[in-house]
């Protein structure tokens, strides 16, 4: 009689792990289900859970899914592909073993990844995504969240981050000073207006095309290869009550200053360096002029290659210097300077859009002084040098 009742009893129990079900409401999804197995028969909305709670990887791609409920159940998941598909939310709060996750081509509005602590690439392209959190994914090596709607982007927490695709969307700022693993980066098409990879040495690959940055110094990246840093100006600007504003404000947002010489120049192959569409940039700063006019083509005409050029000595110090003030700004030639403090031994120079002195001047001391533009109209660019080794520039408009 015992031995009946404990084999009813595991009849019992066996049933009642089958009785488990979880619920699908999106037919297609259940569908795939089907097809890879997990499920039997036609759709009718539930698949038993013990099928799928031991399921490792899962590949939906392309299966017309709408809805993922029941993902929830998918608990020892590590890799899920649902790219390409109809997406508008994914719950993946259960799924904390996720290492890889791409859900890329769908038409997500928000992702919360904050509970999937072990993953280690992100694939969230091509969606309608506002924002993206990723400050829990300390493990997080790939990020591919091109072509969204992401304002802004953290990853100061990714340390281990080696590529990060963020291009076409309106990124206005990135901090990389905390990813000194980096390797690959593409943040073009977006609305940056400073880039600085000082502190990404294993940089190999960098897009940063179609943004507003006026300087970018590489010379601290040795390892670098590939570079594209074509159309770096303002295309598209609404000019409605200040012209003389607007003709500023134009020039302040192009490409001026490109500072190559990282001593590894010989690494970036022809075709591998483009630097075209840049109307402000005159001059590219490299080890070698002579090698880099020979197997560097893709850049405007106007630009040449020069060991020292002095806009990037201006790029370079410009943020950590005093502000001044100059006026009138445009000018007919005459300009006054007003540095708002006293500062001995200051240098002063008016540079073209070649990037060539045409002027100088030495002063001792002072808070103010005049600079007549004995130079044809145009945009020059005034750089003012103190003795503590600081320099600020501004670029003035001579009508």
Do not use: W
């Given at each position: 009689m015992k031995t009946i009742l404990s084999f009813l009893l595991i009849i019992s129990q066996y049933n009642h792990v089958l009785a488990q079900t979880t619920a699908i409401p999106d037919t297609n999804f259940e569908q795939a289900l089907i097809d890879l197995g997990y499920d039997f028969g036609t759709?009718?909305?539930?698949?038993?859970?013990?099928?799928?709670?031991?399921?490792?990887?899962?590949?939906?791609?392309?299966?017309?899914?709408?809805?993922?409920?029941?993902?929830?159940?998918?608990?020892?998941?590590?890799?899920?592909?649902?790219?390409?598909?109809?997406?508008?939310?994914?719950?993946?709060?259960?799924?904390?073993?996720?290492?890889?996750?791409?859900?890329?081509?769908?038409?997500?509005?928000?992702?919360?990844?904050?509970?999937?602590?072990?993953?280690?690439?992100?694939?969230?392209?091509?969606?309608?995504?506002?924002?993206?959190?990723?400050?829990?994914?300390?493990?997080?090596?790939?990020?591919?969240?091109?072509?969204?709607?992401?304002?802004?982007?953290?990853?100061?927490?990714?340390?281990?981050?080696?590529?990060?695709?963020?291009s076409s969307n309106p990124?206005?700022?990135?901090?990389?000073?905390?990813?000194?693993?980096?390797?690959?980066?593409?943040?073009?098409?977006?609305?940056?207006?400073?880039?600085?990879?000082?502190?990404?040495?294993?940089?190999?690959?960098?897009?940063?095309?179609?943004?507003?940055?006026?300087?970018?110094?590489?010379?601290?990246?040795?390892?670098?290869?590939?570079?594209?840093?074509?159309?770096?100006?303002?295309?598209?600007?609404?000019?409605?009550?200040?012209?003389?504003?607007?003709?500023?404000?134009?020039?302040?947002?192009?490409?001026?200053?490109?500072?190559?010489?990282?001593?590894?120049?010989?690494?970036?192959?022809?075709?591998?360096?483009?630097?075209?569409?840049?109307?402000?940039?005159?001059?590219i700063e490299v080890d070698n002029p002579s090698w880099s006019a020979a197997n560097w083509p893709h850049v405007d005409f106007s630009v040449s290659f020069k060991l020292n050029c002095d806009l990037c000595t201006v790029g370079i110090n410009e943020n950590n210097s005093p502000k001044f003030d100059c006026y009138p700004n445009p000018t007919s030639g005459n300009i006054t300077i007003d540095l708002g403090a006293g500062f001995e031994n200051i240098k002063v120079k008016l540079i073209n859009r070649l990037g060539q002195v045409i002027s100088s001047k030495n002063l001792v001391s002072c808070k103010h002084f005049n600079i007549d533009i004995d130079a044809p109209p145009g945009i020059y660019t005034l750089l003012i040098e103190t003795g503590n080794g600081k320099a600020s520039s501004i670029r003035v408009l001579k009508k």
């Open positions: 759709p009718d909305g539930t698949v038993i859970t013990a099928t799928i709670d031991t399921v490792v990887i899962l590949n939906l791609m392309n299966d017309g899914i709408s809805d993922l409920s029941g993902i929830e159940d998918f608990t020892a998941l590590k890799e899920l592909n649902c790219a390409g598909n109809y997406l508008t939310s994914i719950n993946l709060s259960q799924n904390s073993a996720l290492n890889i996750l791409s859900c890329n081509g769908n038409q997500l509005t928000s992702l919360n990844v904050a509970q999937n602590t072990d993953l280690v690439t992100l694939s969230c392209f091509q969606n309608q995504l506002t924002s993206l959190d990723v400050s829990q994914n300390v493990k997080l090596n790939l990020l591919n969240c091109r072509n969204n709607q992401i304002a802004s982007l953290d990853v100061s927490h990714n340390t281990s981050l080696t590529a990060l695709f963020c990124v206005s700022t990135l901090d990389l000073s905390q990813n000194d693993s980096l390797v690959y980066l593409d943040c073009s098409s977006n609305q940056l207006s400073n880039l600085d990879v000082s502190q990404n040495l294993d940089l190999t690959f960098l897009r940063c095309s179609d943004n507003l940055i006026g300087s970018i110094d590489l010379s601290q990246n040795i390892l670098l290869t590939d570079l594209y840093c074509e159309q770096n100006q303002l295309t598209d600007l609404e000019v409605t009550q200040n012209d003389q504003l607007a003709v500023l404000h134009f020039f302040s947002n192009q490409l001026a200053c490109l500072n190559v010489k990282n001593g590894n120049n010989v690494n970036i192959f022809p075709n591998a360096l483009d630097a075209r569409n840049n109307p402000a940039l005159t001059c």
